[in-house]
């Protein structure tokens, strides 16, 4: 059924996914005491260096988890919080180019998190702050008819050596996660 050439699916995924990001700006559960977030290959950072133009700007981290800047060159950021990297290239800047350097790091876009299995639109999805493993499945569609609801793997994203595991509904996602809603067996 079409209304006005949208489509009544797209019309309702897009009513979900702004009910989610509604619903995780008025309650940031878990938002004070959630670890603190790790760069990884996939992130765009902006870095400003104050009263330096042509040193900030805006950065990509790559597949091996480092960013280009002028005059220092590649500075590995990956597995890093943001103040370690506003440290990092604070002391980088500060050891022969400039004087007492003032550097400014924010997360402009996180890596996409995916989820596969038993929901209705499998893919990848921008990861939004605050989100939940059931907000990722509710912005993925909702379960299938065959969806084993009780259960839902994630497999962090941000660790190389993670194995998945079953969590909880309420489990916080992280950019690259993988989640995967398994099919029932009856």
Known sequence: MAIAGVSFHVVRVTLVALGI???LM???AGAADAPAYKLGAGDKVRVTVFNEKDLSGDFDVN?????ALPLVGQVKVAGRT???VESLITQRYGKDYLVDPRVNVEVLNYRPFFILGEVKNPGSYPYVSGMTAVNAVA???GY???ASKGHIYIKHGNDPGAKEQEVQEDTPV???DVIRVPERFF
Do not use: F, H, K, M
Not at 63 to 67: A, M, T, Y
């Open 21 to 23: 990001v509604l619903a």
């Open 26 to 28: 008025a309650n940031p």
């Open 63 to 67: 597949d091996q988890g480092e960013i």
């Open 82 to 84: 943001i103040s370690e």
């Open 139 to 141: 912005l993925a569609g």
């Open 144 to 146: 299938t008819n065959r």
């Open 174 to 176: 992280l950019p690259g």
